[in-house]
């Protein structure tokens, strides 16, 4: 997934770029900074079966199909979900101040 700022967009090609940690974590900076909770399921469930997700769900503390119904095309993962499977994935949540324009 990566931004197309001339359209908005963001391009949703399989995980075939997906070929480090680095790329992966890129993608999922990109969707959280534009807060489209509908691009944030889409990227997780694009990444998370890179990583297997049996695993993703047992270190997420979830069933193997809550993880599939939630990050489904239908599905609205909550936050605890968005952040225990993003945390399970090596990409913990961290919050940084964003600069305020001078007044």
Same mark, same amino acid.
């Given at each position: 997934?990566?931004?197309?700022?001339?359209?908005?967009?963001?391009?949703?090609?399989?995980?075939?770029?997906? +070929?480090?940690?680095?790329? !992966? /974590?890129?993608?999922?900076?990109?969707?959280? $900074?534009?807060?489209?909770? *509908? @691009?944030?399921?889409?990227?997780?469930?694009?990444?998370?079966?890179? +990583?297997?997700?049996?695993? !993703? /769900?047992?270190?997420?503390?979830?069933?193997? $199909?809550?993880?599939?119904? *939630? @990050?489904?095309?239908?599905?609205?993962?909550?936050?605890?979900?968005? +952040?225990?499977?993003?945390?399970?994935?090596?990409?913990?949540?961290?919050?940084?101040?964003?600069?305020?324009? *001078?007044?």
């Amino acid at each position: 997934m990566r931004c197309d700022d001339a359209a908005g967009d963001f391009l949703h090609d399989t995980a075939e770029h997906l +070929r480090t940690d680095e790329d !992966i /974590a890129l993608d999922i900076e990109a969707v959280l $900074e534009d807060g489209d909770p *509908a @691009l944030i399921r889409d990227a997780i469930g694009i990444v998370a079966p890179t +990583r297997g997700m049996s695993q !993703i /769900a047992r270190e997420a503390g979830l069933s193997r $199909e809550s993880l599939y119904k *939630a @990050l489904s095309q239908t599905g609205n993962p909550g936050f605890e979900t968005v +952040r225990a499977v993003l945390q399970a994935l090596g990409l913990p949540l961290s919050v940084t101040r964003a600069d305020k324009p *001078a007044a």
